[in-house]
T-cell receptor, first 113, second 114 residues
Framework: DTAVSQTPKYLVTQMGNDKSIKCEQN?????MYWYKQDSKKFLKIMFS???????INETVPNRFSPKSPDKAHLNLHINSLELGDSAVYFC????????????FGPGTRLTVT | KQEVTQIPAALSVPEGENLVLNCSFT??????LQWFRQDPGKGLTSLLL?????REQTSGRLNASLDKSSGRSTLYIAASQPGDSATYLC?????????????FGKGITLSVRP
């Protein structure tokens, strides 16, 4: 039983396209996150939602738009993809906004050509 | 601004060796510190979580310590095995409210040679 799942696992697309990544958690957590891991393996937070409300929005281009239809889901939509968007995107969840233990999904490797 | 440093970036040891992975952070006002493991092409797995009021946590062959005053944490791995080969990341959680977010180090890639 997967705790945090992401789809798709791999995504290859061309510059200028729009794509979405989906995330679901079955842990009953109320906080979810999107992280980006770049080619140098540096992991950095992008967004955080608590009970469907955006609470963290780092300096991310507005081409990236998260959406949380309910507590268990947090999707990431990316418009007008650029080469620099190529990275691994991780979804995570925790039971509170306080930095409790975070559980990560398997990641989505996005390659923009 | 919190900064988390993990040195060295890579480490290779023979099987059976006890080893210590280091993590340092610049702001001692932390809520907790987590150690994660990341296997190639995989997500992160939480290994140990130490609250700011704690000095150490243990799980099996792993022991993590925290010294807030000096801004350091160590992950001790006893009797290392080839299966321990992975990247180990530490992350600190700040002592704030709704805007809390983990700050990650860049990780230490460990290779345990049979």
């Amino acid at each position: 039983d997967t705790a945090v799942s992401q789809t798709p696992k791999y995504l290859v697309t061309q510059m200028g396209n729009d794509k979405s990544i989906k995330c679901e958690q079955n842990l009953g957590h109320d906080t979810m996150y999107w992280y980006k891991q770049d080619s140098k393996k540096f992991l950095k937070i992008m967004f955080s939602y608590n009970n469907k409300e955006l609470i963290i929005n780092e300096t991310v281009p507005n081409r990236f738009s998260p959406k949380s239809p309910d507590k268990a889901h947090l999707n990431l939509h990316i418009n007008s993809l650029e080469l620099g968007d190529s990275a691994v995107y991780f979804c995570a969840s925790s039971r509170s906004t306080t930095p409790y233990e975070q559980y990560f999904g398997p990641g989505t490797r996005l390659t923009v050509t | 601004k919190q900064e988390v440093t993990q040195i060295p970036a890579a480490l290779s040891v023979p099987e059976g060796e006890n080893l210590v992975l280091n993590c340092s952070f610049t702001d001692s006002a932390i809520y907790n510190l987590q150690w994660f493991r990341q296997d190639p092409g995989k997500g992160l797995t939480s290994l140990l979580l130490i609250q700011s009021s704690q000095r150490e946590q243990t799980s099996g062959r792993l022991n993590a310590s925290l010294d807030k005053s000096s801004g350091r944490s160590t992950l001790y791995i006893a009797a290392s095995q080839p299966g321990d080969s992975a990247t180990y990341l530490c992350a600190v959680g700040p002592f704030t409210g709704a805007n809390s977010k983990l700050t990650f180090g860049k990780g230490i890639t460990l290779s345990v040679r049979p």
